[in-house]
């Protein structure tokens, strides 16, 4: 198991950046795919950005070219860089873990980008 805090969450006007951090509870060296996730008000959930253990990494189009997702294996670290926010990137952002067939989630920070 492992337990995940997101932090960096906040206000910010459109056009502006943020850095999102998933703290996890144990060492992520092993775990196969570390991942962010958004959920807008009365949609569903939906993967932004995750990076494998080797470090392969992929995007949603909606956030291609804006936002990069890192992992910090010392650290037992993830992070997401978002630059050039929209107002419809305004969601809570949830770090996953995926590890051995297993989901783990943490409980999600809030981003709001003004217009």
């Known amino acids: 198991q492992v337990q995940l805090v997101e932090s960096g969450g906040g206000l910010v006007q459109a056009g502006g950046s943020l850095r999102l951090s998933c703290a996890a509870s144990r060492n992520i060296f092993s775990i196969n795919v570390m991942g962010w996730y958004r959920q807008a008000p009365e949609k569903q959930r939906e993967l932004v950005a995750r990076?494998?253990?080797?470090?392969?990494?992929n995007y949603a189009d909606s956030v291609q070219g804006r936002f990069t997702i890192s992992r910090d294996n010392a650290k037992n670290a993830a992070y997401l860089q978002m630059n050039s926010l929209k107002p419809e990137d305004t969601a809570v952002y949830y770090c996953?873990?995926?590890?051995?067939?297993?989901?783990?989630w943490g409980k999600g920070t809030l981003v709001t980008v003004s217009s």
């Open positions: 996953n873990a995926f590890d051995h067939g297993m989901d783990f």
């Open positions: 990076i494998t253990s080797g470090g392969r990494v």
